[in-house]
């Protein structure tokens, strides 16, 4: 992996700096403030571990554009295929005329995805369209309405899977009414289970079952929707057990299992799809974000017999696998294989947890550390219990901002940090940003105690 730019951390100016504080005055009066922004700097360059500002600050990259840039954000096989598809053609609609990309993207997810059973992929273009459409195809299949989603579940800004996603405050305030035949299960949250991590995979099925069976009867489930990990909801790891028994009870039941990889698939994890780490094999996967290298893709793959459910012409949109998108995914996808970075995803994980451990066994801040392969995570509470500090983890993301460490809060309680670095990021930058982390804890702990 050859990166472009120079791989180290350089602070010139505060951050952000003048430039960057200039530029996003001139936003303010030409975008909505609908629109949310975690650091306030312009990129002018990025690649590897490093966002180039341009106040000329050189930071490290533990966002990925939240998990797309898998591949690093100018990645030298996805800059060459969209150069070489831009020129040939940029569009043509895949329901209009056919192109070898489509087909190209579609075989690669079927053969990917968990399962050897005859598959089908479609392409659309975002993560909530890929969603919906995955909705579409359950219902068309089992010509059932209901849909089955979990606590801290994030799946969307559309209509549906705003409806499906959990967080009310940031995603879903003022936008209902929301869509109907949607229910909520708890998931099995480790940490946070009433009964203990223990008895949390038992007890989060039993309430499943519970729910199915006796509130909205299984025989009106056309889906259920789960997250391998939860992403925005806190970087949850269900319990094990808890999830190849919800799929195994929605085999028993006719009830599709669809699989949300959109954030943590794509070898986020140190595997193609987080649902390998339990074996589970869903009948829908959805993926989207790292599979386009950076540019908007979208799939939904399964089970040939559901995906050809829904009638001709059902399936679709203008942009939907898109030539130049469908030729990055083919880049981020050969790139991922060629430079093992399934494998490297799952040594980041090796390599970061332990030092995230010892930084717990140091912070009283520090709850919980949890994830798989390079999607990890922080979760700060009051010293002593388990209440949610999201003032502190602000505090913490903003001093490694000012740092020069790009981080993301996540959580339905806005108190984790996710730690979701490109996967081609040097151990040098990781352990360099890791350092930055730790002050940045010790200093907001200091600040907390002191007010
Ligand atoms: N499913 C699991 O993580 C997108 C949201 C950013 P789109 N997550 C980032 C924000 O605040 O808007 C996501 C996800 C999971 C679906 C989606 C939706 O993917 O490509 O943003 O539509």
């Not at 056919?98 to 993560?127: C, I």
């Not at 800004?157 to 940031?170: D, E, I």
């Not at 079952?209 to 925005?232: F, K, M, R, S």
Request: glycine residues 10%; aromatic residues 6%.
């Amino acid at each position: 992996m050859v990166a472009l730019l120079e791989q180290k951390r350089v602070v010139k100016t505060a951050i952000p700096g003048p430039r960057s504080t200039e530029r996003h005055a001139q936003r303010l009066q030409q975008v909505p403030t609908g629109f949310g922004i975690n650091l306030p700097i312009f990129v002018d360059r990025a690649d590897g571990g490093i966002i180039v500002d341009v106040d000329g600050n050189q930071i490290i990259d533990l966002a990925s554009g939240i998990a797309v840039t898998s591949v690093g954000a100018s990645a030298p096989a996805v800059v060459k295929r969209v150069r070489e598809q831009a020129e040939a053609f940029t569009h043509t609609c895949f329901m209009v005329t056919e192109y070898q990309g489509f087909v190209d993207v579609a075989a690669r997810l079927n053969q990917l995805t968990p399962g050897d059973h005859d598959k089908r992929t479609a392409l659309f273009s975002t993560g909530a369209e890929a969603l919906e459409n995955a909705v579409k195809i359950a219902r068309s299949y089992t010509k059932r309405p209901a849909v089955v989603v979990f606590d801290h579940a994030y799946h969307g800004r559309t209509l549906m899977t705003m409806t499906m996603t959990a967080k009310q405050h940031g995603y879903k305030q003022g936008f209902g009414p929301f869509a109907p035949e949607v229910y909520r299960v708890p998931t099995a949250h480790p940490y946070r289970w009433p009964g203990g991590p223990d008895k949390a995979a038992d007890e989060a099925f039993a309430r499943f079952t519970d729910v199915v069976l006796h509130q909205v009867g299984a025989e009106n489930v056309a889906a259920v929707v789960a997250e391998p990990i939860l992403g925005e909801g806190g970087f949850i790891v269900p319990a094990p057990g808890f999830l190849p028994k919800v799929a195994e009870f929605c085999a028993a039941h006719g009830i599709v299992f669809v699989a949300d990889e959109v954030q943590a698939g794509i070898a986020r994890t140190g595997a193609w799809f987080a649902s390998e780490h339990e074996g589970i094999v869903p009948d829908l996967v959805c993926s989207a974000k790292a599979l386009g290298g950076g540019l908007p893709i979208a799939a939904v793959t399964g089970r040939a017999e559901i995906m050809n459910a829904a009638p001709a012409g059902g399936l679709g949109g203008t942009y939907a696998g898109n030539p130049i998108a469908c030729a990055a995914a083919l880049g981020a996808l050969e790139t991922i294989e060629a430079e093992g970075l399934v494998d490297r995803a799952r040594q980041i994980g090796e390599h970061v947890l332990p030092q995230l451990k010892d930084l717990a066994a140091a912070h009283p801040s520090i709850g919980d550390v949890r994830g798989r392969g390079a999607m990890l995570a922080v979760e700060f509470v009051r010293p002593g219990t388990d209440e949610p500090a999201p003032e502190v983890t602000a505090a913490i993301a903003r001093h490694c901002h000012a740092n020069g460490v790009l981080v993301l809060t996540c959580g339905t309680y806005g108190n984790v940090i996710r730690l979701l670095p490109p996967l081609v990021i040097g151990f040098d930058l990781l352990d360099d940003a890791l350092a930055v982390l730790g002050e940045a804890i010790t200093a907001a702990e200091a600040g907390a105690g002191a007010t």
